[in-house]
């Protein structure tokens, strides 16, 4: 499947756990189980890299969750991006657009939550110099940005 990327996907932002903003300190944004079940199951469990953007607005670099969530025992898979810009507002109910561009690392389960919030800081960092390459970033222009989105009902 990762042959597969770059994917694109879109949503409304919906109230996810409320763990990413006060355990982890890093905010995310997360897609309604439609969204999640809409993107192919063949895509493994992991961390990943690419573009987002909220409601038409500037792309920015973003990294995201696919998975289960094992350190938190999760029953429902989900899909958490954490966009690398600081929007101070809420944003539930704006619509957030990702282009899915490289996969970081697969799943797995944490001895701590400090452990976790490195693995996570280091997926940060990595994205960030992915991003910057060449032919990644030409994906920050993609047209479905700037398109009106039909989110699955």
Excluded at 19 to 26: D, F, T, V
Excluded at 73 to 87: A, C, G, I, R, W
């Amino acid at each position: 499947m990762l042959s597969q990327l770059p994917l694109f996907a879109g949503g409304e932002i919906v109230r996810g756990f409320g763990r990413g903003s006060k355990e982890l300190g890093i905010p995310t944004a997360n897609f309604p189980l439609e969204v999640v079940k809409s993107l192919p199951e063949s895509l493994p469990t992991g961390a990943y890299y690419g573009w987002a953007n909220v409601d038409n607005g500037p792309v920015h670099k973003m990294v995201l969750s696919v998975g289960w969530n094992p350190f938190y025992n999760n029953k429902e898979k989900s899909v958490e991006t954490h966009m690398l810009h600081d929007f101070n507002c809420d944003l539930y109910g704006q619509i957030l657009k990702i282009c899915i561009v490289g996969y970081l690392r697969p799943e797995r389960s944490f001895d701590s939550l400090e452990a976790l919030i490195a693995a996570i800081r280091l997926d940060i960092e990595q994205a960030k110099a992915f991003l910057d390459e060449a032919d990644k970033g030409k994906l920050k222009e993609a047209p479905f940005f700037s398109e009106k989105l039909i989110s699955p009902k």
